[in-house]
């Protein structure tokens, strides 16, 4: 229940957090301006009905969706290891 780095790296890819209401976030100034914070299970449902109901939020996570079936270091090695195996560089 502390403070950590991710919270700025979520913040710095323009990821939408929600989070408990941690002490160390008051700490910040202006930081909890730009951070959903629960109190409880009520308060958690009505923050992610909120934010899925923003389009914008939507069309993010279709992204993010997006780079993560198709741009994995798992994808790269499979389109590597077929290129390798073909013998022919992949078109980008």
Known sequence: DDLNFRVFETLGLGTELVTNDVT???????LTDWVNIYRDKVDLIRIIDSILANE???NTLKAQQWVK????LYNRYKSLLKMIMSGHQERF
């Open 69 to 72: 079936d198709n741009h994995t």
């Open 24 to 30: 160390d976030l008051h700490k910040i100034e202006g």
């Open 56 to 58: 914008s939020t939507i």
